[in-house]
């Protein structure tokens, strides 16, 4: 006999319809945009640190109606760490707190994807990749970290530790593209601050244009190829049990 309650709930359409996830997507780009505007023509204002972390909680909120709350997660500690970072004066520490949360995060999101996908074994070549380039970036940049040489040192180790791992990720290439867009767009931010490389104090600063850029579109990345691999693997799922 049917529960007539279990069939009302089954008939009740989501709080939030299907339509409506890919309009926070675009939103979050042109926040991305406009974030990018106000920083290269304004020096301060207020809103501004907000502005940047926008985008990328608009991103969280479109993988939260994907039904992708981990992704959410990671997506909503970036954004804290955007905050802290064009706060006046920037929360450095809070800042590398925050996104090395978030890449654990996302690790812990690949690790998942791996263990029920399987490995992808040319992803090997570029975890050794990743790891010599890592060395050799914390060589060059230490002398100049400072007090921050600790916390910096072990962001660098997590966030290398993460793009790895997607690396590793069976199926679409958003996944490992968007992890080597952060490292690129952080090793600039680096080298920005620790070696006062990609600095233009005059005229258009390509250097933060890079790093903004690069970071943005290493989440946008990020968020589309973890969605687009769980929606994969769930109509697989489907599949195997239509069959069965």
């Known amino acids: 006999m049917t529960d007539p309650v279990a069939d009302r709930y089954a008939r009740t359409e989501p709080l939030f319809p299907d339509w409506a996830a890919p309009i926070y997507l675009w939103v979050s780009v042109a926040a991305s945009v406009i974030y990018l505007g106000l920083d290269l023509t304004t020096y301060s204002m207020p809103g501004l640190a907000l502005t940047k972390a926008l985008g990328i909680i608009l991103l969280g909120v479109y993988a939260l109606l994907k039904r992708a709350p981990v992704l959410a997660l990671a997506l909503m500690l970036s954004a804290g760490g955007d905050y802290a970072l064009a706060m006046s004066p920037p929360q450095l520490e809070a800042g590398i707190g925050f996104f090395g949360a978030a890449h654990l995060t996302y690790i812990v999101i690949f690790a998942l994807m791996v263990m029920g996908g399987g490995l992808k074994r040319e992803g090997l070549v570029l975890a050794g990749g990743l790891f010599v380039f890592g060395v050799a970036m914390w060589l060059w940049?230490?002398?100049?970290?400072?007090?921050?040489?600790?916390?910096?040192?072990?962001?660098?180790?997590?966030?290398?530790?993460?793009?790895?791992?997607?690396?590793?990720?069976?199926?679409?290439?958003?996944?490992?593209?968007?992890?080597?867009?952060?490292?690129?767009?952080?090793?600039?931010l680096a080298m920005r601050w620790f070696r006062d490389v990609l600095v233009f104090e005059d005229g258009l600063d390509w250097g933060g244009v890079i790093v903004w850029v690069t970071y943005y579109a290493a989440q946008l990345c990020l968020t589309l190829g973890v969605v687009r691999a769980r929606a994969g693997a769930q109509a697989q799922t489907v599949n195997t049990d239509v069959s069965a």
């Open 141 to 188: 940049l230490s002398p100049g970290m400072g007090a921050l040489t600790v916390p910096v040192s072990v962001y660098l180790g997590i966030i290398l530790v993460m793009a790895m791992a997607a690396g590793l990720v069976q199926g679409t290439n958003l996944i490992v593209i968007g992890a080597l867009l952060f490292v690129v767009s952080d090793s600039v």
